[in-house]
Structure formats: structure tokens, C-alpha cells
T-cell receptor, first 110, second 114 residues
């Protein structure tokens, strides 16, 4: 069965600081992995996706994520956080269908 | 190019009633998936429609049913509403032929059951 865990419920960082959001998945084969972001009252918007190939994936707005098969992880990173990055972040795995993690809420201090 | 649209935006119902939510997929997409997102949780997969048939289903009771029309739009129906059905219902569209199944989400319908 597929599953996704996001160990951090809430993370607070200062604007300009670096960020890492953790994601661990469980799936028998090579999965398709995604990071989605959700602002209050909004639907989900895709930030990054990994299908195959290079394990370091570059996304929009300076985000990147690294797929580590040995650790079953797909952590999201950003070197310098902007206030507009504050939102809920969801990691998802697609194997037989989409399974989302519980989300990590990111707060950004000015 | 319009993205995924959903209606209505908000809905208030009472226990035992029935509700219908609607979704229009992104232009060129032929597959629609529905998700339930309870407050403070990640979205949970309800079911997926392609070629007007339910193709996959998550762990939801038969009270949850759906339909897809020839123009690829879709409806989600929930019967005998329970308080626990209160949630944000998200629709996502994709292209079936693409194996990676990248999904584009609508803004959701907020359902409140009193």
C-alpha cells in the first residue's frame, strides 16, 4: 500500500533563511512524487514533480527537491524563503492513485 | 485557457440531505478525480472517472457516487449526509494517456453539514 508521512506539522522560518520540508513515502515500485502547495481557501498548486532521471528536481520560485531511494524520501528545499512562501505544503505519491501526506504548514517571520 | 472550475464555492446542508458538486476539467483533459480534504488534513482520494466510468475508488462508502458526462465534466453526489462529511471537496483533472498522471486541481467546494 502507498503512504506518505510528513514529520513536521508546522515549521516557522525567518524570511531569507533556508528551508527544508521532509517527506517520506512507502511504495513498492519507483513512484511518481509531487509537492503541492495550498494557500488558505485555495486548491492545490504543483510546485515540483519527479518521474525518473536526475534525482535533484528544480521547480518554480527557487524550490528544489531531492529523491533518495535508499531513504524513501523526497525532501523539499529552498535556499532563501520569501514571505509569500507561507502556505500549507503537501507531498504526494502516485502509484495506483494519488496519496497525499498530512501536510506541513509553513510560517514565515518578517 | 480556463483551469479546473468547481461549483458551488460553498454549500451548507443538514444531516441526512443529499448534495451534488460539479467540476469542469481543464481544457484538453479527459480524466477527473475527486478528493475530500478534512480540516487540517491532506486530501483523500474518493474516485476517478474516465470515459464516463468510475475507474478507481478510494476507501469511501457507497453514499459517495459520481458521474462523468461526454464533455468530461463530472459530478460528485453524497447521500445521507453526516456531520463528518464536512470538508473541502477538490476536483482534479488530468490526461489519461500520460502515464505520470499530473493532476491539476480546482479551488474546491467547501461543504458544511449541520
Amino acid at each position: 500500500a502507498q503512504s506518505v508521512t510528513q514529520p513536521d506539522i508546522h515549521i516557522t522560518v525567518s524570511e531569507g533563511a533556508s528551508l527544508e520540508l521532509r517527506c517520506n513515502y512507502s511504495y513498492g515500485a519507483t513512484p511518481y512524487l509531487f509537492w503541492y502547495v495550498q494557500s488558505p481557501g485555495q486548491g492545490l498548486q504543483l510546485r515540483l514533480k519527479y518521474f525518473s532521471g536526475d534525482t535533484l528536481v528544480q521547480g518554480i520560485k527557487g524550490f528544489e527537491a531531492e529523491f533518495k531511494r535508499s531513504q524513501s524520501s523526497f525532501n523539499l528545499r529552498k535556499p532563501s524563503v520569501h514571505w509569500s512562501d507561507a502556505a500549507e505544503y503537501f507531498c504526494a505519491v502516485y502509484g495506483q492513485n494519488f496519496v497525499f501526506g498530512p501536510g506541513t504548514r509553513l510560517s514565515v517571520l518578517p | 485557457d480556463a483551469g479546473v472550475t468547481q461549483s458551488p464555492t460553498h454549500l451548507i446542508k443538514t444531516r441526512g440531505q443529499q448534495v451534488t458538486l460539479r467540476c469542469s476539467p481543464k481544457s484538453g483533459h479527459d480524466t477527473v478525480s475527486w478528493y475530500q480534504q478534512a480540516l487540517g488534513q491532506g486530501p483523500q482520494f474518493i474516485f476517478q472517472y474516465y470515459e464516463e466510468e468510475e475507474r478507481q475508488r478510494g476507501n469511501f462508502p457507497d453514499r459517495f457516487s459520481g458521474h462523468q458526462f461526454p464533455n468530461y465534466s463530472s459530478e460528485l453526489n453524497v447521500n445521507a449526509l453526516l456531520l463528518g462529511d464536512s470538508a473541502l471537496y477538490l476536483c482534479a483533472s488530468s490526461i489519461q494517456a500520460r502515464s505520470y498522471n499530473e493532476q491539476f486541481f480546482g479551488p474546491g467546494t467547501r461543504l458544511t453539514v449541520l
